[in-house]
């Protein structure tokens, strides 16, 4: 066996694994509110930047990759596509920016391998997930 294959067992504790995981993220997304659905986008993407970072620190070039695209599908497809540009005024379209923003500098950190880019999108992404958490007690009323 070289590097890279795997024995049966090894495969399928992994498969197991990746499947109790995803079963966890899909039961969690199952029964969230959409307020708790945001919580998940903003866990969803610190968990990607962590993983990149740790995979950049590592050599991991592939997996670096596949986490900082997984954490720009995040905002663009969960956290932008989500604002109500019309009816969020110009708090969505302070949000919208910043989005855009992070959106390019996790760009520049994957073609840079820019740690310090992606310890910037962290801590501007933190106050938001700390801020929304905040406000569960009133989004779990309505």
């Known amino acids: 066996m070289h590097a890279g294959q795997f024995t049966p067992r090894q495969l399928q504790r992994q498969s197991f694994?990746?499947?109790?995981?995803?079963?966890?993220?899909e039961t969690a997304v199952g029964s969230a509110t959409p307020h708790q659905l945001v919580c998940l986008l903003f866990d969803g993407f610190l968990e990607a930047v962590a993983q990149a970072r740790g995979a950049m620190r590592d050599g991991h070039i592939e997996i670096k990759c596949t986490?900082?695209?997984?954490?720009?599908?995040?905002?663009?497809?969960?956290?932008?596509a989500g604002l109500d540009r019309r009816a969020g005024g110009k708090l969505a379209a302070d949000l919208d920016e910043l989005y855009?923003?992070?959106?390019?500098?996790?760009?520049?950190?994957?073609l840079r391998n820019d740690?310090?880019?992606?310890?910037?999108?962290?801590?501007?992404?933190?106050?938001?997930?700390?801020?929304?958490?905040?406000?569960?007690p009133q989004a779990d009323r309505r």
């Open 115 to 136: 740690d310090l880019a992606l310890q910037e999108a962290a801590r501007l992404m933190q106050p938001l997930r700390d801020a929304w958490l905040a406000i569960a």
């Open 100 to 110: 855009r923003y992070l959106c390019l500098r996790l760009t520049m950190a994957n």
């Open 67 to 80: 986490a900082i695209g997984r954490a720009v599908r995040i905002v663009e497809e969960g956290l932008r």
């Open 17 to 25: 694994g990746a499947l109790y995981q995803q079963i966890g993220v």
